[in-house]
């Protein structure tokens, strides 16, 4: 199925382990994106991609790195865990025209981490 | 901070009736996005209206934008009980260079039966 695929879906972290979250997406969508959403909150921008190769920050980047060596793969990398990052992440995809995101965003099911 | 918050916060209504909620936001935008989230699940874009156009219709949903007051409104007519979620507003903001979407606090909406 066309789409944002997201996994792990579920994952419980100890503090100061690292992990890796992964996001693919296969409708050649240039801009891609991941979101981390708190409860009863809405969704902050943390690393965004606008190409392969190509990566920014948003909001809240700390404690994350990302990478874009294809289109379809936007892997998330937690570098040591804290109890803070407990959150649901979302990865989503677009396409964009000349840099204006003129198109909705497809979004990933989404991850559910507990660090402890 | 966020560049979108949406008003009110929470809202109820009957089966039947409308719902509307509103975003405003800050800055200069290309577009204003809204989309869906049901309980637990990811978020489904339901319409996306440009800074150059008013008023944007799909099915049950019509949205308005005023870039003169920066805000938007999301209405949902003749609700029903699956319209239960959280709505949330996305701007694409204007920039010299990396374009981002940023999402607002969002309204929950219950619809009752």
């Known amino acids: 199925n066309a789409g944002v695929t997201q996994t792990p879906k579920f994952q419980v972290l100890k503090t100061g382990q690292s992990m890796t979250l992964q996001c693919a997406q296969d409708m050649n969508h240039e801009y891609m994106s991941w979101y981390r959403q708190d409860p009863g909150m809405g969704l902050r921008l943390i690393h965004y991609?606008?190409?392969?190769?190509?990566?920014d920050q948003g909001e809240v980047p700390n404690g994350y790195n990302v990478s874009r060596s294809t289109t379809e793969d936007f892997p998330l990398r937690l570098l040591s865990a804290a109890p803070s990052q407990t959150s649901v992440y979302f990865c989503?995809?677009?396409?964009?025209?000349?840099?204006?995101?003129?198109?909705?965003?497809?979004f990933g099911s989404g991850t559910r981490l507990t660090v402890v | 901070s966020q560049q979108g918050e949406e008003d009110p916060q929470a809202l109820s209504i009957q089966e039947g009736e409308n719902a509307t909620m509103n975003c405003s936001y800050k800055t200069s935008i290309n577009n204003l996005q809204w989309y869906r989230q049901n309980s637990g699940r990811g978020l489904v874009h339901l319409i996306l209206?440009?800074?150059?156009?008013r008023e944007k219709h799909s099915g049950r949903l019509r949205v308005t934008l005023d870039t003169s007051k920066k805000s938007s409104s999301l209405l949902i007519t003749a609700s029903r009980a699956a319209d239960t979620a959280s709505y949330f507003c996305a701007t694409d903001a204007k920039r010299a260079a990396g374009n981002k979407l940023t999402f607002g606090g969002g309204t929950r909406v219950l619809v009752k039966p």
């Open positions: 989503a995809s677009s396409y964009s025209e000349q840099g204006i995101l003129n198109y909705g965003y497809t």
């Open positions: 991609s606008v190409g392969a190769g190509i990566t």
């Open positions: 209206i440009r800074s150059n156009e």
